[in-house]
């Protein structure tokens, strides 16, 4: 009786040891986009933070490509021990209702927690002569328009893909090598508009040579409060966020998922890290792993209707 009680705590003191003394040696952090990408500034924000608190670096490792699935395929099949952890953002949820993906976005997961959640903005040049989501509208309905993005499956292309079908208009979709191509060209009135990040369209937006109709948030951004939604502009029910997050290989061990999501929560209230963060119009979320997976979930099944609907497909 003796030999099997020690042999018991011999046992859970095996597996309670690598949660209690995680993490012992550098963390890989998988970015799924290029340096400088919005994706990889913050990656780069949270992971000094938490190599702050772990006393352990966080290497970063940047694998672009296929539009993030090549990096978020490496995470997904890593060993769930938590020394392999990604980033992953909107076209996480998009991705898989547009292509066959070679794992599962919610089940080959450990999902962490998501780091910031921010509207894009609805950009137009001011020479396309409207000033609000109405006149826009209005002006699609009497001629061909087209709106540029990053690319199938992006955020700007999914958010303008809710807008036409909401709106009723007629609009064409012209994808670009990444958002700031695109913002340039609407700049130069080569597109009509576009769906972009503050960060992406700030320093055209401050030249006077961008104008934002609308945020697509539920509600005001705080960063530009002027601008109205494009729900209260005339389409109620409309929301999209440009969302990002930390995620790991599936099955990974509860106290060691338990101790990355409270380092990367807790790294978004360093001072300097939340002021580099919020600069662009970003708000911190740092929610729970179940919270993050539930929020999954639902944007999978947003995009999948929205998907379906347009009949957008990868060619």
Known sequence: ?????????????????????????????IIPSPTGATTDVLARITAQKVAEQF????????????????????????????????????THTANASLQKLPYDPIGDFSHVTMLTSAPLLLIVAPSLGVSSVRELIALAKTKPLNYGSAGVGSGGHMSGEL?????????????????????????????????????TTQALLKGGRLRALAVTSAKRAASLPEAPTVAESGLPGYEVLNWFGVTSPAKMPPAILSKLNNAFARALQYPDARDKLTGEGSELVGNSSAEFT???????????????DAGIRID
């Open 163 to 199: 807008f036409r079908m909401m709106a009723g208009i007629n609009v064409t979709h012209i994808p670009h090598r990444g958002a700031a191509a695109a913002s340039i060209d609407v700049a130069a009135g080569n597109l009509a508009f576009q769906f972009a990040s503050q960060i």
């Open 1 to 29: 009786m003796m030999r099997a009680l020690l042999l018991g705590a011999l046992a859970c003191a095996s597996v309670a040891a690598p949660a209690q003394e995680y993490p012992a040696r550098p963390i890989r952090f």
């Open 55 to 90: 006393g352990k670096q966080l290497i970063l490792d940047n694998r672009p490509g296929a539009g993030s699935i090549i990096g978020t395929d490496m995470v997904a099949k890593a060993s769930p021990d938590g020394y392999t952890i990604g980033m992953i953002y909107t």
């Open 294 to 308: 539930a929020f999954l979930r639902s944007d999978l099944a947003k995009w999948a209707k929205v998907v379906k």
